[in-house]
Protein backbone atom coordinates (compact mmCIF):
# COMPACT_ATOMS: atom_id res chain seq x y z
CA UNK A 1 0.00 0.00 0.00
CA UNK A 2 1.28 3.60 -0.39
CA UNK A 3 1.67 4.20 3.16
CA UNK A 4 3.00 0.96 4.90
CA UNK A 5 1.43 1.99 8.45
CA UNK A 6 -1.38 0.97 7.17
CA UNK A 7 -2.91 -2.66 6.87
CA UNK A 8 -5.35 -4.57 4.58
CA UNK A 9 -8.23 -6.79 6.70
CA UNK A 10 -7.12 -10.26 5.92
CA UNK A 11 -8.98 -13.73 6.69
CA UNK A 12 -11.24 -12.47 9.17
CA UNK A 13 -14.31 -13.67 8.42
CA UNK A 14 -16.20 -15.46 10.56
CA UNK A 15 -19.20 -15.72 8.69
CA UNK A 16 -21.66 -14.21 6.33
CA UNK A 17 -23.31 -11.37 7.80
CA UNK A 18 -26.60 -9.29 6.76
CA UNK A 19 -25.60 -5.74 7.95
CA UNK A 20 -26.89 -2.19 7.25
CA UNK A 21 -24.88 0.73 5.02
CA UNK A 22 -24.46 3.32 7.87
CA UNK A 23 -21.11 1.51 9.02
CA UNK A 24 -19.18 -1.21 10.47
CA UNK A 25 -20.43 -3.44 12.84
CA UNK A 26 -24.24 -4.17 14.54
CA UNK A 27 -26.50 -6.94 14.16
CA UNK A 28 -29.04 -7.25 11.10
CA UNK A 29 -31.95 -6.11 13.36
CA UNK A 30 -10.86 28.12 9.20
CA UNK A 31 -7.64 28.45 7.35
CA UNK A 32 -7.70 31.38 4.66
CA UNK A 33 -8.28 29.75 1.46
CA UNK A 34 -5.30 29.47 -0.89
CA UNK A 35 -4.68 29.90 -4.82
CA UNK A 36 -6.42 26.68 -6.33
CA UNK A 37 -4.01 24.19 -7.16
CA UNK A 38 -2.67 23.91 -11.28
CA UNK A 39 -4.95 21.01 -11.64
CA UNK A 40 -7.74 22.57 -10.00
CA UNK A 41 -9.51 22.87 -13.91
CA UNK A 42 -8.04 19.32 -14.94
CA UNK A 43 -11.34 16.28 -13.85
CA UNK A 44 -11.21 14.27 -16.83
CA UNK A 45 -11.23 10.62 -16.89
CA UNK A 46 -9.74 8.62 -20.00
CA UNK A 47 -11.82 6.41 -21.99
CA UNK A 48 -12.30 2.49 -21.98
CA UNK A 49 -9.95 1.00 -24.73
CA UNK A 50 -11.13 -2.53 -24.00
CA UNK A 51 -14.45 -4.49 -24.58
CA UNK A 52 -17.00 -2.81 -23.80
CA UNK A 53 -18.93 -3.66 -20.34
CA UNK A 54 -16.29 -5.96 -19.86
CA UNK A 55 -14.78 -6.67 -15.94
CA UNK A 56 -11.54 -7.19 -17.22
CA UNK A 57 -11.11 -4.48 -19.90
CA UNK A 58 -8.26 -2.98 -20.13
CA UNK A 59 -8.88 0.89 -19.93
CA UNK A 60 -6.75 4.39 -20.03
CA UNK A 61 -8.37 5.66 -16.87
CA UNK A 62 -11.45 4.71 -14.82
CA UNK A 63 -13.56 1.27 -16.55
CA UNK A 64 -16.73 3.37 -16.98
CA UNK A 65 -17.86 0.61 -18.83
CA UNK A 66 -18.24 -1.80 -16.52
CA UNK A 67 -19.18 0.69 -13.66
CA UNK A 68 -22.04 1.43 -15.58
CA UNK A 69 -22.95 -2.31 -16.47
CA UNK A 70 -21.31 -4.92 -14.90
CA UNK A 71 -21.11 -6.12 -10.94
CA UNK A 72 -17.28 -6.99 -10.86
CA UNK A 73 -15.84 -9.25 -8.87
CA UNK A 74 -12.81 -7.26 -7.35
CA UNK A 75 -12.82 -4.09 -7.31
CA UNK A 76 -9.18 -3.43 -9.55
CA UNK A 77 -11.59 -4.34 -12.37
CA UNK A 78 -13.40 -0.54 -12.17
CA UNK A 79 -9.47 1.20 -12.67
CA UNK A 80 -10.75 3.59 -9.79
CA UNK A 81 -7.05 3.38 -8.00
CA UNK A 82 -3.61 4.24 -9.54
CA UNK A 83 -2.96 1.80 -7.08
CA UNK A 84 -5.06 -1.03 -7.16
CA UNK A 85 -4.03 -2.31 -3.33
CA UNK A 86 -4.80 1.24 -1.70
CA UNK A 87 -8.05 2.52 -1.96
CA UNK A 88 -7.49 5.47 0.63
CA UNK A 89 -5.20 7.56 -1.67
CA UNK A 90 -4.38 8.13 -5.38
CA UNK A 91 -7.85 8.06 -7.58
CA UNK A 92 -7.36 7.51 -10.76
CA UNK A 93 -7.66 10.25 -13.12
CA UNK A 94 -10.71 11.97 -12.44
CA UNK A 95 -11.12 11.13 -8.99
CA UNK A 96 -11.87 13.85 -6.51
CA UNK A 97 -10.89 13.57 -2.79
CA UNK A 98 -13.59 15.03 -0.25
CA UNK A 99 -14.25 15.30 3.59
CA UNK A 100 -17.29 16.14 5.55
CA UNK A 101 -17.15 18.49 8.59
CA UNK A 102 -19.30 16.22 10.97
CA UNK A 103 -19.43 12.47 9.91
CA UNK A 104 -21.60 9.53 10.43
CA UNK A 105 -20.22 7.03 13.16
CA UNK A 106 -18.97 3.58 11.95
CA UNK A 107 -17.44 1.88 14.81
CA UNK A 108 -14.66 4.08 14.84
CA UNK A 109 -13.16 3.78 11.45
CA UNK A 110 -11.47 6.15 9.33
CA UNK A 111 -13.11 7.03 6.14
CA UNK A 112 -11.41 7.73 3.15
CA UNK A 113 -13.88 9.19 0.61
CA UNK A 114 -13.71 10.23 -3.53
CA UNK A 115 -16.26 10.95 -5.85
CA UNK A 116 -15.61 10.36 -9.76
CA UNK A 117 -17.77 12.04 -12.59
CA UNK A 118 -17.57 11.18 -16.19
CA UNK A 119 -15.56 13.92 -18.26
CA UNK A 120 -17.89 17.00 -19.00
CA UNK A 121 -20.49 16.06 -16.51
CA UNK A 122 -21.21 18.44 -13.36
CA UNK A 123 -22.67 17.75 -10.11
CA UNK A 124 -25.35 20.39 -9.29
CA UNK A 125 -25.73 22.27 -6.51
CA UNK A 126 -28.75 21.80 -3.75
CA UNK A 127 -28.79 23.86 -0.81
CA UNK A 128 -30.03 21.22 1.84
CA UNK A 129 -30.24 17.79 0.02
CA UNK A 130 -27.20 15.76 -1.26
CA UNK A 131 -25.52 17.69 -4.11
CA UNK A 132 -27.48 16.71 -7.43
CA UNK A 133 -25.13 14.03 -9.10
CA UNK A 134 -25.50 12.82 -12.80
CA UNK A 135 -25.50 9.49 -14.34
CA UNK A 136 -22.11 8.11 -14.34
CA UNK A 137 -21.39 9.52 -10.59
CA UNK A 138 -18.97 7.04 -8.78
CA UNK A 139 -18.84 7.47 -4.91
CA UNK A 140 -16.49 5.22 -3.12
CA UNK A 141 -16.06 5.15 0.48
CA UNK A 142 -13.04 2.74 2.38
CA UNK A 143 -13.49 2.04 6.15
CA UNK A 144 -10.29 1.74 7.72
CA UNK A 145 -9.58 0.98 11.73
CA UNK A 146 -7.19 2.58 13.07
CA UNK A 147 -5.09 0.68 16.28
CA UNK A 148 -6.00 4.50 18.00
CA UNK A 149 -8.36 6.88 16.93
CA UNK A 150 -6.01 9.58 18.65
CA UNK A 151 -3.84 8.71 16.05
CA UNK A 152 -5.38 7.90 13.01
CA UNK A 153 -2.23 8.99 11.28
CA UNK A 154 -0.68 5.47 12.39
CA UNK A 155 -1.69 1.48 12.11
CA UNK A 156 -5.00 1.19 10.43
CA UNK A 157 -6.79 -2.15 9.35
CA UNK A 158 -8.63 -1.32 6.06
CA UNK A 159 -11.68 -3.56 5.74
CA UNK A 160 -13.82 -2.58 3.26
CA UNK A 161 -14.59 0.25 0.35
CA UNK A 162 -17.91 0.93 -0.68
CA UNK A 163 -19.36 1.96 -3.87
CA UNK A 164 -22.40 3.99 -4.98
CA UNK A 165 -22.91 4.06 -8.57
CA UNK A 166 -25.35 6.12 -10.49
CA UNK A 167 -26.01 4.48 -13.48
CA UNK A 168 -28.85 5.27 -15.94
CA UNK A 169 -32.03 3.07 -14.56
CA UNK A 170 -30.75 4.61 -10.99
CA UNK A 171 -27.90 3.98 -7.57
CA UNK A 172 -26.62 0.73 -7.09
CA UNK A 173 -24.54 -0.08 -4.05
CA UNK A 174 -21.93 -2.53 -4.11
CA UNK A 175 -19.75 -3.37 -0.56
CA UNK A 176 -15.88 -4.66 -1.68
CA UNK A 177 -14.24 -6.48 1.33
CA UNK A 178 -10.64 -6.73 1.38
CA UNK A 179 -9.58 -9.98 1.71
CA UNK A 180 -6.08 -9.91 0.34
CA UNK A 181 -3.46 -7.20 0.58
CA UNK A 182 -3.70 -6.54 -3.28
CA UNK A 183 -7.39 -6.29 -3.97
CA UNK A 184 -11.08 -6.46 -2.65
CA UNK A 185 -13.45 -8.76 -3.38
CA UNK A 186 -17.42 -8.20 -3.74
CA UNK A 187 -19.50 -9.37 -1.05
CA UNK A 188 -22.94 -9.15 -2.26
CA UNK A 189 -23.77 -11.00 1.02
CA UNK A 190 -22.07 -9.23 3.32
CA UNK A 191 -19.47 -10.19 5.86
CA UNK A 192 -18.54 -10.25 9.56
CA UNK A 193 -15.30 -9.73 11.50
CA UNK A 194 -14.98 -10.75 15.00
CA UNK A 195 -13.30 -9.49 18.15
CA UNK A 196 -11.59 -6.33 16.46
CA UNK A 197 -9.95 -3.60 18.61
CA UNK A 198 -9.31 0.26 19.34
CA UNK A 199 -8.35 2.12 21.47
CA UNK A 200 -10.17 5.74 21.76
CA UNK A 201 -9.18 8.86 22.79
CA UNK A 202 -10.01 8.47 26.14
CA UNK A 203 -7.27 5.25 25.95
CA UNK A 204 -10.28 2.66 26.23
CA UNK A 205 -9.80 -0.51 24.55
CA UNK A 206 -12.91 -1.30 22.85
CA UNK A 207 -13.84 -4.39 21.31
CA UNK A 208 -16.54 -4.94 19.18
CA UNK A 209 -17.88 -7.62 15.84
CA UNK A 210 -17.70 -5.67 12.69
CA UNK A 211 -19.82 -6.04 9.40
CA UNK A 212 -19.74 -5.54 5.82
CA UNK A 213 -23.04 -4.55 4.61
CA UNK A 214 -25.38 -6.55 2.33
CA UNK A 215 -25.60 -4.77 -0.73
CA UNK A 216 -29.40 -4.78 -1.03
CA UNK A 217 -29.50 -3.36 2.99
CA UNK A 218 -28.09 0.03 1.53
CA UNK A 219 -31.49 1.17 0.87
CA UNK A 220 -32.63 0.59 4.63
CA UNK A 221 -30.42 4.06 4.90
CA UNK A 222 -30.03 5.12 1.66
CA UNK A 223 -34.06 5.34 1.04
CA UNK A 224 -36.71 7.87 1.51
CA UNK A 225 -40.14 6.69 1.41
CA UNK A 226 -43.51 7.77 0.38
CA UNK A 227 -46.50 8.45 2.64
CA UNK A 228 -48.27 4.49 2.69
CA UNK A 229 -51.36 6.30 2.51
CA UNK A 230 -50.80 8.02 -1.10
CA UNK A 231 -51.73 6.44 -4.07
CA UNK A 232 -50.13 3.22 -4.79
CA UNK A 233 -48.76 4.66 -8.25
CA UNK A 234 -46.40 7.30 -5.95
CA UNK A 235 -44.78 5.06 -4.03
CA UNK A 236 -41.68 5.09 -6.11
CA UNK A 237 -38.69 5.18 -3.14
CA UNK A 238 -36.20 7.67 -3.69
CA UNK A 239 -32.30 6.62 -3.24
CA UNK A 240 -30.19 9.06 -2.47
CA UNK A 241 -26.21 9.49 -0.41
CA UNK A 242 -26.27 10.84 2.98
CA UNK A 243 -23.37 12.63 3.52
CA UNK A 244 -21.96 14.66 0.41
CA UNK A 245 -24.23 17.67 1.07
CA UNK A 246 -23.33 21.36 0.80
CA UNK A 247 -23.45 22.08 4.26
CA UNK A 248 -21.12 19.42 5.45
CA UNK A 249 -18.60 19.68 2.15
CA UNK A 250 -18.54 23.53 3.40
CA UNK A 251 -14.83 23.23 5.09
CA UNK A 252 -11.61 23.52 3.88
CA UNK A 253 -9.76 20.82 3.22
CA UNK A 254 -5.44 19.99 2.11
CA UNK A 255 -5.05 18.03 -0.73
CA UNK A 256 -2.28 16.08 -1.81
CA UNK A 257 -0.07 19.13 -2.91
CA UNK A 258 -0.51 20.24 0.07
CA UNK A 259 -3.18 23.26 -0.91
CA UNK A 260 -5.85 24.73 1.39
CA UNK A 261 -8.93 25.49 -0.20
CA UNK A 262 -12.50 25.34 0.32
CA UNK A 263 -14.19 22.03 -0.96
CA UNK A 264 -17.12 23.74 -2.66
CA UNK A 265 -14.98 26.35 -4.23
CA UNK A 266 -12.30 23.58 -5.55
CA UNK A 267 -15.27 21.90 -7.03
CA UNK A 268 -16.69 25.03 -8.22
CA UNK A 269 -13.65 26.39 -9.92
CA UNK A 270 -13.01 22.64 -11.38
CA UNK A 271 -15.90 22.72 -13.38
CA UNK A 272 -17.13 19.57 -11.42
CA UNK A 273 -19.98 21.48 -9.65
CA UNK A 274 -22.45 23.84 -11.11
CA UNK A 275 -25.03 26.50 -9.55
CA UNK A 276 -23.03 27.12 -6.72
CA UNK A 277 -24.00 30.81 -5.15
CA UNK A 278 -21.83 33.53 -6.09
CA UNK A 279 -22.97 34.88 -2.66
CA UNK A 280 -20.71 32.14 -0.68
CA UNK A 281 -22.57 33.68 2.63
CA UNK A 282 -25.87 31.27 1.12
CA UNK A 283 -23.80 28.27 1.50
CA UNK A 284 -25.22 26.37 4.82
CA UNK A 285 -22.14 25.41 7.15
CA UNK A 286 -22.43 22.44 9.52
CA UNK A 287 -20.68 22.76 12.81
CA UNK A 288 -17.41 20.30 13.35
CA UNK A 289 -17.48 17.76 15.55
CA UNK A 290 -14.97 15.05 15.73
CA UNK A 291 -13.59 12.78 18.80
CA UNK A 292 -10.89 15.46 19.20
CA UNK A 293 -14.00 18.13 20.06
CA UNK A 294 -13.33 19.11 23.77
CA UNK A 295 -17.16 19.21 24.34
CA UNK A 296 -16.21 21.09 28.28
CA UNK A 297 -14.93 24.09 26.58
CA UNK A 298 -17.22 24.60 23.96
CA UNK A 299 -20.48 27.52 24.37
CA UNK A 300 -23.62 26.99 24.48
CA UNK A 301 -24.66 27.86 20.79
CA UNK A 302 -21.52 25.67 19.89
CA UNK A 303 -22.77 22.52 21.37
CA UNK A 304 -25.86 22.84 20.17
CA UNK A 305 -25.02 23.65 16.47
CA UNK A 306 -22.71 20.26 16.64
CA UNK A 307 -24.88 18.65 18.24
CA UNK A 308 -27.51 19.44 16.13
CA UNK A 309 -24.98 18.54 12.87
CA UNK A 310 -24.23 15.22 14.78
CA UNK A 311 -28.22 13.97 15.01
CA UNK A 312 -28.64 15.04 11.51
CA UNK A 313 -25.81 13.25 9.64
CA UNK A 314 -26.14 10.11 12.08
CA UNK A 315 -29.99 10.26 12.24
CA UNK A 316 -31.72 12.29 9.72
CA UNK A 317 -31.55 10.22 7.04
CA UNK A 318 -34.43 7.96 8.70
CA UNK A 319 -35.39 10.47 10.89
CA UNK A 320 -36.77 12.97 8.63
CA UNK A 321 -40.47 14.20 7.02
CA UNK A 322 -39.26 16.19 3.83
CA UNK A 323 -38.70 19.88 4.19
CA UNK A 324 -37.88 20.31 0.83
CA UNK A 325 -38.45 17.25 -1.28
CA UNK A 326 -42.71 16.54 -1.87
CA UNK A 327 -44.68 16.27 1.32
CA UNK A 328 -45.25 12.53 0.76
CA UNK A 329 -42.15 11.77 1.00
CA UNK A 330 -40.35 11.03 4.46
CA UNK A 331 -37.48 9.01 5.61
CA UNK A 332 -38.31 5.42 7.26
CA UNK A 333 -38.52 6.72 10.77
CA UNK A 334 -40.09 9.81 10.27
CA UNK A 335 -43.73 8.95 10.83
CA UNK A 336 -42.20 8.46 14.79
CA UNK A 337 -42.52 11.88 15.07
CA UNK A 338 -38.65 12.62 15.85
CA UNK A 339 -37.74 14.30 13.01
CA UNK A 340 -34.04 15.87 13.46
CA UNK A 341 -33.09 17.21 9.82
CA UNK A 342 -30.55 20.52 10.46
CA UNK A 343 -32.43 22.59 8.59
CA UNK A 344 -35.52 21.93 11.09
CA UNK A 345 -35.60 25.06 13.23
CA UNK A 346 -35.70 23.64 17.05
CA UNK A 347 -37.81 26.44 18.52
CA UNK A 348 -40.54 26.46 15.80
CA UNK A 349 -40.73 22.64 16.79
CA UNK A 350 -39.27 21.37 20.03
CA UNK A 351 -41.11 18.27 20.18
CA UNK A 352 -39.79 17.13 16.53
CA UNK A 353 -36.45 16.56 18.52
CA UNK A 354 -38.15 14.22 20.90
CA UNK A 355 -38.78 16.71 23.19
CA UNK A 356 -41.57 15.67 25.92
CA UNK A 357 -42.58 13.07 23.69
CA UNK A 358 -43.89 9.63 24.22
CA UNK A 359 -40.98 7.28 22.50
CA UNK A 360 -43.78 5.73 20.79
CA UNK A 361 -41.68 3.69 18.20
CA UNK A 362 -39.65 2.16 21.11
CA UNK A 363 -40.21 2.41 24.90
CA UNK A 364 -38.21 1.15 28.37
CA UNK A 365 -39.29 1.64 31.99
CA UNK A 366 -37.28 4.62 33.26
CA UNK A 367 -37.26 6.33 30.16
CA UNK A 368 -40.80 8.41 29.67
CA UNK A 369 -40.04 10.92 26.97
CA UNK A 370 -37.41 10.96 24.06
CA UNK A 371 -36.08 14.47 25.69
CA UNK A 372 -36.89 15.57 28.84
CA UNK A 373 -34.70 19.11 29.04
CA UNK A 374 -31.98 19.02 31.49
CA UNK A 375 -32.32 15.61 32.48
CA UNK A 376 -30.29 13.12 30.12
CA UNK A 377 -30.09 10.75 32.41
CA UNK A 378 -33.33 10.05 32.13
CA UNK A 379 -33.95 10.31 28.19
CA UNK A 380 -34.90 8.09 26.79
CA UNK A 381 -33.13 9.25 23.40
CA UNK A 382 -29.21 9.37 24.51
CA UNK A 383 -30.36 5.78 26.13
CA UNK A 384 -30.77 4.38 22.74
CA UNK A 385 -27.59 6.07 21.88
CA UNK A 386 -25.49 4.44 24.46
CA UNK A 387 -26.78 1.03 24.30
CA UNK A 388 -26.16 -1.95 22.16
CA UNK A 389 -29.37 -3.66 22.48
CA UNK A 390 -30.64 -4.44 19.55
CA UNK A 391 -33.86 -3.66 20.74
CA UNK A 392 -33.57 -0.19 21.52
CA UNK A 393 -29.87 1.08 19.85
CA UNK A 394 -29.78 3.75 17.47
CA UNK A 395 -29.04 3.87 14.76
CA UNK A 396 -30.30 0.54 14.51
CA UNK A 397 -28.48 -0.46 11.95
CA UNK A 398 -24.98 0.25 10.91
CA UNK A 399 -22.50 0.37 14.56
CA UNK A 400 -21.99 -2.43 17.10
CA UNK A 401 -20.48 -0.18 19.85
CA UNK A 402 -20.87 2.69 21.71
CA UNK A 403 -19.72 6.16 20.43
CA UNK A 404 -18.68 7.19 24.07
CA UNK A 405 -17.74 10.84 22.25
CA UNK A 406 -21.34 11.33 20.43
CA UNK A 407 -23.44 9.99 23.63
CA UNK A 408 -21.30 12.68 25.57
CA UNK A 409 -22.09 15.55 23.02
CA UNK A 410 -25.65 14.72 22.96
CA UNK A 411 -25.57 13.90 26.91
CA UNK A 412 -24.02 17.64 27.27
CA UNK A 413 -26.62 19.09 24.61
CA UNK A 414 -30.12 17.26 26.75
CA UNK A 415 -28.71 18.51 29.86
CA UNK A 416 -27.87 22.23 28.59
CA UNK A 417 -31.45 22.89 27.51
CA UNK A 418 -33.54 24.92 29.61
CA UNK A 419 -34.95 22.46 32.37
CA UNK A 420 -39.28 21.96 32.02
CA UNK A 421 -41.23 19.47 33.10
CA UNK A 422 -43.05 16.98 30.43
CA UNK A 423 -45.71 15.72 33.11
CA UNK A 424 -49.13 16.85 31.54
CA UNK A 425 -50.87 19.87 34.42
CA UNK A 426 -52.69 18.28 36.83
Known amino acids: MKHDKKAIGVALVSSIFIAACGGGGGDSSGTDAAAPPSNVLNFGAGSPTGSEGSCSAVTDGVNWDALMTEV ?96 ADGWIALPYYWSSESDATLAIAGKRLTGLTTVNNQGQTLSFDYSVPKAADCTSCHSIVPDLAGPDDQREQVFLPIGPKARYLNKDVTYPDGTVYNQLQYWAEGELLSGLPADFNQVEKAAVFNDETNISSISSSELNAKARAYLDINCAHCHRADLTLPPDYAGPAGSSGVQLEYNRNYDDSPGKFGVCKDPVAGGKEGYPYDVIPGNADESYLLFRTETTDSRHKMPELGRSTVHREGVELLRSWINQLPRASCSPDP
Open 72 to 167: CPRLSDYNLFTNAGDPTAGPTRGGVPYDLSTSLFSDYTSKYRFVFVPEGAAVGYTPSEALDFPVGTVITKTFALPENTAMRDGAELVIETRLLIHR
